[in-house]
């Protein structure tokens, strides 16, 4: 019941009751620093703070070519995007675009399929490439090949004539080692994600979802949640990990993330990720069966688990307050909820009963034309993407020392970003066009704030 | 289908387009994800027509990947690994740098700074010292240490983070920094002293940094850049230099089967350039520049080691001991680790009766002291090539294992006995 009124009262943008629900979490901790996205819940941990370094190690390792003498963390290839976690998540943070075609992708992938879908209605995987360009190859092994990205500038005009300049990305693909791409091919640019706070969000009841997408109905918003495949419980389930809500659970998304960017299986895929084409990559050696075994995953969920989330700052700050009403005002909180309430959660116990902050409801939205993928990922079509949690996300600057946003990286700050908005989030993009230039300074101050 | 006119609409190029052919360098490194990802993409800036591929390998596993055929497609090694660069050079491995060290230090004090022959050079130094936590010493009431015998001290019994040197890579040189500047005898009764003092840390040097940070213990003898760059992180830690400072450094060379030389010698160059030296400054980098000039430019509070070595000198030359390395972490482990709870116990019952001795009984206590810092072999011994040799190659020696384990058996049933009789002399000294 409780549940329910916290997430009404933040949907409806009733700015007292948000307030009113922003009690410090456990999970959130008033730090600013550098370090603010990589600090581990103690207390949580307990009796388990070793295995969530040793987790932490693991994000940060570069993992190795096989044969290796280092077993535990040999397994790297035969084709991969990045040595390790933290390349594409830089101090657990965002990663970016190439500045220019010259530049190669370093905390960026491109995901991959044909029209059509999988067994289970995921996307369907191209025959030779599979579902990610992997630009890497082991040595003897040659990667897929490499995209490349280039930015075209046009202008945007403000009701108030402020002018301001939008770039659009157009990637090449280039040495493509097995042969050409078909021409339906669907392709979908991503930059590395934050990844604190998975632990809270994982937490988050399904029911808590379906109500914000029954709700959002009412208020004439369409979001609604992914259903994905559970690899684990083998039947469908909602998702709410990836951009597109493509995955259910955190281990998934993270053993999907080994195999995928690294190439190192696990018990969820114990095959190594080569294409029946991929002739050099198929009779490379594996480290070991799995190459990352049970009790790696285990610390490295818990680590992500237990991971904190920067508290807001300068809340006090009238003119934070100000963008904050002018963020519900024009309807981001709609999408962007404010406030959501973990239920109980028996694998980590400490994460019930969490009130969280993450701005975000998890769902599916319709974000249009200009930021459509074209790449349906299970229920979510080309134009879907999920809510990207906006918490912490005033760190980004100092922390990953860049400010660019959006799945692609294609907004240079948030005033970018939010302009990028459309499909069933253009009447918040119209209205925030049309605030006042003291306004709009209110609402980014609001955000830096998070 | 609503899709379809625009699905192309973010590419120009599927399959036609062929970059310009780039020259693949092969970079062989132990370099942490933060150090290797700015190197690379500033490489690629000043050189867009060489791609940098990355392989990670620990020393231990880099050395047999280099010696493979063709060492492994590798061009380049970087990393501080100076025994491996060591041995390589012996079996030929490297070809000549053959770049120009205009405005690079040859030296500090004592520490060789590039390879006599020229076959590769450091690219930048660590230091080894303490991490504080200030709040935790004024909270105990401690004094800050400046030198390592201050560590051994007793006011600080329980307050220090002390690395295992077989577990924690960068602790081996650490201790051997020790007991080259004091002396094997010497050096082995501070290094005693410390342990006592001490809860053995047995993982990444990151641990003794979480641990000192998080006020579990307010010390933790350890290596220069994981506490900088925490400080620089926004962590309330400190770390001291003892003087004169011991450094570790990391060197870059050219294998001599590359096929990519000039790329390689760019890379080198570039990273001993003042573009390549600047990044060290990097808050998630934070090494120590072998090129003097950028400390001109360093960041507040920036440590300079060229500064204070002019002060005091630098005595500790890595090269000398590497050897005995193995050799010195079987006795830690033998001496400390194997009997760390029994010697935390004689050590402060010892010091409990130090601090109240009278003058009759200071020299049964001495006795009792020397009984707990000596160590099974002397200086003489230790320098054996071929005692060194037998540790060194355990691992992958049946042999020298047995040999190995023959040798620690002996030491351990004369530790024991001396430990025992430790023990035995504090009871009468107790009774």
Excluded at chain 2, 142 to 169: F, I, N
Excluded at chain 2, 235 to 250: D, I, R
Excluded at chain 2, 288 to 293: E, G, M, Q
Excluded at chain 2, 405 to 415: K, S, V, Y
Aim: hydrophobic content about 40%; overall charge negative; aromatic content about 8%.
């Amino acid at each position: 019941m409780q549940r329910s009124l916290i997430t009404l009262l933040a949907l409806s943008g009733a700015m007292a009751g948000v307030q009113e629900t922003q009690a410090a979490s456990s999970f959130e901790i008033a730090d600013a620093t550098r370090e603010a996205y990589s600090r581990i819940n103690t207390d949580a941990a307990s009796a388990q703070l070793s295995d969530a370094f040793r987790g932490r190690s693991l994000f940060r390792q570069s993992w190795v070519v096989p044969p290796a003498k280092d077993i535990d963390i040999a397994g790297l290839g035969p084709i991969y995007n990045q040595l390790s976690c933290a390349s594409c998540h830089p101090k657990n943070g965002r990663g970016q675009p190439p500045k220019n075609p010259l530049q190669a992708m370093r905390s960026m992938l491109v995901r991959l399929s044909l029209p059509g879908q999988d067994a289970h209605g995921g996307p369907l995987p191209h025959p030779v490439y599979g579902n990610q360009l992997n630009e890497q190859g082991i040595p003897g092994v040659p990667g897929e090949g490499s995209v490349s990205v280039e930015y075209r500038e046009f202008p945007v005009t403000l009701p108030e004539g402020e002018a301001i300049k939008l770039r659009r990305p157009q990637y090449r693909f280039a040495e493509l080692h097995y042969g050409p791409l078909n021409a339906g091919i669907q392709f979908s640019p991503r930059v590395g994600p934050p990844v604190f706070g998975l632990g809270l969000l994982e937490a988050v009841p399904e029911q808590t979802l379906l109500q914000l997408a029954e709700q959002g109905r009412q208020q004439g918003v369409s979001g609604r949640p992914n259903v994905v495949w559970d690899a684990e419980k083998q039947r469908p389930a909602i998702g709410r990990f990836g951009l597109k809500a493509n995955v259910a659970t955190l281990r998934q998304q993270i053993t999907g993330a080994f195999i995928g960017d690294m190439g190192i299986t696990s018990a969820l895929h114990p095959e190594e990720n080569c294409t029946a084409a991929q002739i050099a990559c198929r009779q490379s050696p594996s480290a070991r069966q799995p190459e990352l075994s049970n009790a790696q995953l285990d610390a490295m969920l818990l680590y992500l688990r237990l991971l904190q989330v920067p508290a807001r700052r300068n809340g006090d700050d009238p003119i934070v307050r100000q963008g904050e009403q002018t963020f519900t005002a024009i309807g981001c909180a709609a999408c962007h909820v404010p406030v959501l309430k973990t239920g109980d959660f028996s694998p980590l116990p400490a994460l019930s009963g969490q009130t969280l902050h993450p701005y975000s409801d998890l769902l599916l939205h319709d974000m249009g034309d200009d930021l459509a993928d074209h790449r349906p990922d299970f229920q979510a079509d080309g134009r879907e993407w999920r809510t990207p949690p906006l918490w912490g996300i005033g760190l980004i600057e100092r922390i990953n020392e860049h400010s660019y946003f959006l799945h692609d990286g294609r907004a240079r700050n948030l005033t970018e970003a939010v302009l990028w908005h459309g499909g069933e989030a253009l009447p918040a993009r119209q209205r925030f066009a049309a605030l006042s230039a003291d306004k709009c300074r209110a609402l980014m101050r609001f955000l830096e704030s998070l | 289908m609503k899709n379809l006119p625009l699905l192309f609409g973010l590419t120009v190029a599927l399959n036609a387009y062929q970059a310009a052919a780039k020259e693949q360098l092969t970079l062989l490194t132990a370099y942490p994800e933060d150090v290797v990802s700015r190197y690379e993409i500033a490489f690629e800036h000043a050189y867009p027509d060489i791609d940098l591929a990355v392989l990670w390998r620990m020393p231990h596993d880099a050395l047999p990947y280099l010696r493979q055929p063709q060492q492994g497609g590798v061009d380049v090694y970087w990393s501080a690994a100076l025994p491996n660069f060591i041995a390589l050079k012996q079996q030929g491995a490297w070809q000549k740098l053959g770049i120009d060290r205009q405005g690079l230090a040859d030296h500090i004090g004592a520490m060789p700074l590039s390879d006599p022959d020229g076959f590769f050079c450091a690219t930048e130094m660590a230091g080894y010292g303490f991490t504080l936590n200030p709040a935790y010493l004024q909270q105990h009431g401690l004094p800050q240490p400046k030198t390592w015998q201050d560590l051994a001290d007793a006011r600080y019994q329980g307050h220090l983070a002390q690395p295992v040197p077989s577990k924690v890579g960068f602790a081996p040189m650490m201790i051997d920094s020790v007991l080259q500047q004091y002396g094997w005898e010497q050096g082995w009764a501070i290094l005693a002293g410390i342990v006592a003092n001490a809860r053995p840390v047995d993982s990444g040097a990151t641990f003794i940094t979480d641990i000192i940070a998080s006020g579990e213990r307010g010390i933790g003898p350890g290596i220069d850049f994981f506490t900088a760059s925490a400080i620089a992180n926004g962590a309330a830690l400190q770390f001291v230099y003892p003087e004169p400072a011991a450094y570790s450094s990391a060197q870059i060379a050219i294998t001599a089967a590359s096929r990519h030389a000039e790329a390689a010698r760019r890379f080198a160059a570039f990273v001993l350039s003042e573009a390549g030296q600047k990044l060290l400054f990097h808050p998630d980098i934070r090494k120590l520049p072998v090129r003097p000039s950028m400390y001109a430019h360093k960041p507040d509070d920036y440590y300079d080691p060229f500064a204070a070595s002019s002060r005091h000198p630098v005595v500790y030359d890595p090269g000398r001991t590497l050897s005995r390395l193995a050799l010195n972490n079987a006795l830690f482990d033998r001496l400390f680790t194997d009997h760390h709870q029994r010697l935390q116990s004689l050590w402060q019952k010892l010091r409990a009766l130090e601090a109240h001795a009278d003058a009759g009984k200071a020299e049964r206590l001495a006795t009792i002291r020397g009984l707990l810092t000596a160590v099974p072999i002397d200086a003489e011994e230790a320098q054996s090539a071929s005692l060194q040799q037998t540790f060194a190659v355990r691992a992958a020696d049946a042999k020298a294992e047995a040999d190995a384990q023959a040798l620690e058996q002996a030491w351990h049933r004369e530790i024991d006995s001396r430990y025992s009789e430790a023990e035995s002399l504090l009871k009468q000294q107790e009774s």
